[in-house]
């Protein structure tokens, strides 16, 4: 799926050479000559990127890239400014402004910029995946350390936490005792201890509590499998 792009500058020389040749590069390119347009145009296309001129009549940039940030989107934003005063580059970043980069600039270095920004976003989301995890209807998240099955808060202790980590890192594999020991206890237990029964019995106490179905099943022989029953 091709990324887009919105430029949002009151300038049509710079929104037309940047609309041609960010489509030569296999970007779809919106413009919008002022900052209410680029406002809806925010809301109507949902750009990956948001080029901002700084100087424009009625709304900045300042206070559009305010007003996008104060709207809840994380959507990155590189801002062009003809002044290259270190005032003017801190207010637009803490007012949310990802990047900034001062006119007359090289169409090099904005495209080596645009694809920086875009890969650490695209690396954020990875990020941000990767710490949430679900079967089913068992949800865990790894920021908060919450767990929810059918949408209800699941209490879960460390040990808990992390034993249902561990299956929902592997659904539907079966998982030895060996391994679960090693893996949760970091070590060997004697054959006659019960710990890891122990821990299986309150984990699913606790994720079949409200009417929920079995879904850590025992493999006779073998181990334990995160599996919803057939």
Known sequence: ???????????????????????????????ANHGMDG???ILEHEPNIVILDVMMPQLDGWEVVRRIR????????????AKDEVADRVKGLDLGADDYLVKPFALEEL???????????????????????????????????EV??????????????E????????????????????????????????????YIALLRQKTEEHGHKRIIQTVRGAGYVLRGES
């Open 1 to 31: 799926m091709r990324e887009k792009v919105l430029v949002i500058d009151d300038d049509d020389k710079i929104t037309s050479m940047l609309r041609r040749s960010l489509a030569f590069e296999g970007y779809t390119v919106f413009t």
């Open 39 to 41: 406002l809806k145009q």
């Open 70 to 81: 104060e709207g809840g989107s994380e959507v990155p934003v590189l801002m062009l400014t």
């Open 111 to 145: 495209l080596a910029r645009i694809r920086v920004m875009l890969r650490r976003k695209s690396s954020e989301k990875s990020e941000q995946a990767t710490n949430r995890l679900h079967y089913q209807d068992i949800f865990m998240d790894l920021d908060t350390r």
């Open 148 to 161: 929810y099955r059918g949408g209800q808060l699941v209490e879960l202790t460390t040990k808990e936490f």
């Open 163 to 198: 034993l249902l980590h561990l299956f929902l890192q592997n659904p539907r594999r079966v998982l030895s005792r060996d391994i679960i020991m090693e893996k949760i206890w970091g070590y060997d237990y004697s054959g006659e201890s019960n710990v890891l029964e122990v």
